[in-house]
């Protein structure tokens, strides 16, 4: 018989760290206690008493949602609760001190909606605020309170932010005031955490993603380098405990807040179009050889700049005013700098040629037209495309009238087949379709002809409006 011995193992302590290793250490705990001592005096608690409808109290129990969504998200949702009974209730969040006369940078979604807020320091003085503006792209918010010689944070640059660095989380989670969270920049320019366009509900995003524990409570309050100087304003969480949180850049936070206080609000320019970065789109790359980089025009407000300019869908902006941009938020941070009213140069490339598009951008409306606009029923065409799944009929001028529609030229689509390439990519009835792979149709006859060049399985190309929108659909055969 075998029999197996282990000879015993001697295992040894573990080696305490050098002196100068030690040392190291101390000198990191200090800078952390520093840091945090520093910056705290600067941080406030903020309570807010607000109206809330029983059903959006849901919002809050969903681990899996964001912290926040764009201002008004949960708004419009909660709509159809109207009639039911309205509470009061209390939310709290945090902010930061960033002028010694009493102006507190927060939040938009802090504040929103609020019958009063209260502002209590780190010394524990309490103060009655106000609020000053508030941006609802960026979901920048100040607020004001009567007070002279607070303590003020330093705003630092945050473009010169490393990824890997060291930062804290100064706020208050779930009530417990002033804590003091540490952790890293994990990334930066994150920029597709919320759907949308820019004529539609989208944020101005360009995040910094921290792993620094942030929770319910934290929004509004600073993310600090190890200078002490606030580098981010805490925004989103992507679920609960999940330490994955995001921070709005304070050079964005800066610009917006500076204006706000100087102005009670931020003039942002506006062209009226919906776009997303040519590299994610697959498809159309597919169909548009030349171009690798660059921003696709998705949507057009026919009631926006872009429409009044040459800028068509599918057009691919590469440049505004010489300055390359590559994503949609690239496109947003060049435009939100630039003068109402004063032309932009776009450089776009369009059927293999690059050309210059100039647009005067206006005032961000107050109130955006919708993507999908509905239309009365329109009788059923003649012409068929069963391919596609959609029929179509002629556009009379009574026609688009009675559908909302700014342009004389194109077909209507009348009828659309249940679970088609149609159904599936959009496309409605009561929807007009001005031009097919880049050409334009003004006939059911040019409809027809494009439609008999094009290979579904390449994949189609229809512009289509509806209501004050237009926007472009590729139809490709699976």
């Known amino acids: 018989m075998l029999v197996a011995v282990i000879s015993p193992v001697t295992i040894p302590l573990s080696a305490e760290p050098a002196s100068g290793d030690l040392e190291t250490l101390r000198q990191l705990n200090r ?24 059903a959006s109290l849901q919002d809050e129990e969903d681990e899996n949602q964001t912290d926040s969504m764009p201002p008004g998200f949960w708004k419009e949702f909660h709509k159809q609760f109207k009639r039911l009974p309205v509470e009061k209730t209390v939310g709290q969040g945090s902010g930061i001190v960033i002028r010694e006369d009493g102006y507190i940078l927060t939040n938009g979604h802090v504040i929103e909606d609020a019958e009063s807020i209260s502002v209590q320091m780190k010394d524990g003085k309490s103060y009655k605020a ?16 009567e007070a002279k010689g607070l303590p003020t944070a330093v705003l630092g640059d945050s473009t010169r932010t490393k990824v890997g660095e060291f ?5 208050s989670p779930f009530g417990f005031d002033f804590s003091v969270t540490f952790g890293h920049i994990s990334a930066k320019s994150r920029s597709n955490l919320i759907d949308g366009f820019e ?8 995040f910094i993603q921290t792993d620094a524990l942030i929770n319910p409570g934290n929004s509004g309050g600073p993310l600090v380098n190890i200078d002490g100087e606030v580098i981010g304003i805490n925004t989103l969480i992507q679920g609960l405990h999940s330490g994955i949180g995001f921070a709005i850049p304070s050079n964005l936070a800066k ?44 949507t057009i407000s026919t009631n926006g700049p872009a429409a009044r300019s040459d800028l068509k869908l599918t057009d691919i902006i590469t440049a505004v005013d010489g300055e390359p941009v590559t994503t949609p938020q690239q496109l947003r941070t060049a435009i939100r700098g630039k003068k109402i009213g004063m032309p932009v140069t776009l450089e776009v490339f369009r059927q293999g040629k690059t050309i210059p598009i100039k647009v005067s951008p206006i005032e961000w409306p107050d109130q955006t037209p919708p993507l999908v606009t509905k239309a009365k029923s329109a009788p059923a065409p003649k012409a068929v495309n069963l391919d596609l799944g959609i029929t179509v009929k002629p556009l009379t001028p009574a026609l688009a009238s009675q559908l909302g529609v700014g342009v004389t030229e194109g077909v209507v689509v009348a009828t659309v087949e249940k679970n088609s390439l149609a159904a599936r990519n959009r496309i409605r009835p009561g929807d007009v379709v001005t031009a097919v792979n880049q050409q334009p149709v003004g006939s059911r006859k040019q409809y027809q002809a494009e ?28």
């Open 31 to 54: 800078a952390f206690i520093e840091l945090a001592n520093k910056v705290s005096p600067s941080v406030v608690v903020i309570n807010v008493v607000q109206n809330q409808s029983p």
């Open 130 to 145: 106000t609020v000053r503006g508030m941006d609802p792209q960026s979901d920048v918010a100040v607020i004001k309170v």
């Open 167 to 171: 930062v804290a989380a100064i706020g």
């Open 199 to 206: 004529g539609g509900n989208a944020m101005d995003q360009d």
């Open 255 to 298: 610009e917006v807040s500076d204006q706000l206080i100087a102005a009670g609000k931020f003039i942002r320019p506006y062209l009226g179009i919906g776009m997303k970065a040519i590299r994610d789109q697959v498809e159309l790359r597919e169909l548009i050889a030349g171009v690798k980089e660059g921003v696709v025009v998705m």
């Open 451 to 478: 439609l008999d060049k094009a290979d579904v399985k390449k994949g189609v190309v229809l512009n289509v409006i509806s209501g004050n929108i237009a926007r472009f659909e590729i139809l490709k055969a699976e």
